[in-house]
């Protein structure tokens, strides 16, 4: 291999080392730096740089263990723990304005502002909590006719790749004690992961029936 090449697979290590830093999702961070890790210790052992050879497979020692550790902690309830709050409690309204710009981007009809009807009577609000960080919000509405029509089903950035807003459809007995018999998504989503909770869809919705 040239000295030209060995300095390209250096560059592209670094700079993936780089990239990796940018990222929000904890799970894209630790997945980029275990391949930048990998890809630079295979450069310094090229050059027989030892120290920092050893260093980088520490380094995806360490990625590959969070890495295990995240992906077991996906589908795992007992991680994180849903919270039903008042649509008008102080803590969901700072967490709703803390990420007002992000939720617009997902959900731009969506309004909780004071007096817009975002939220208010008939709606419903779960925080998804892991540990003591809240790491998304679902906001639900009763039509009235027995449909729950979600509203906002956000997750923070940092736990995107989670989708840990599917531990509210889960516990169904939040929706039966209401008297809802299904629950309807909003129409639009970007990569929804409902189909994997058994919802079907409809038109540009995802449907679910709430057992009796």
Known sequence: MTSWSVQALGWAGSALLVFSLLQARVLRFRLLNLVASCTLTVFNAMLM???MVAMNLVIA???VWFIVRLVRERGDEKV????????DESYLQHFLKVQAADIARY???FDASPGTGGLG???SAY???RGNETVGVVVVRDSGDGIARVELDYVTPRFRDFSPGEFVYRSSGMFRGKGIRQIVTPSGMVNPYYERLGFRPEGDHWVADVPA
């Open 107 to 109: 959900f731009p009809r």
């Open 49 to 51: 740089v030892w120290p």
């Open 127 to 129: 925080l998804v909590e």
């Open 61 to 63: 020692g360490i990625n």
């Open 80 to 87: 994180y723990e849903v919270v039903a709050v008042g649509p």
């Open 121 to 123: 009577d008939g709606r």
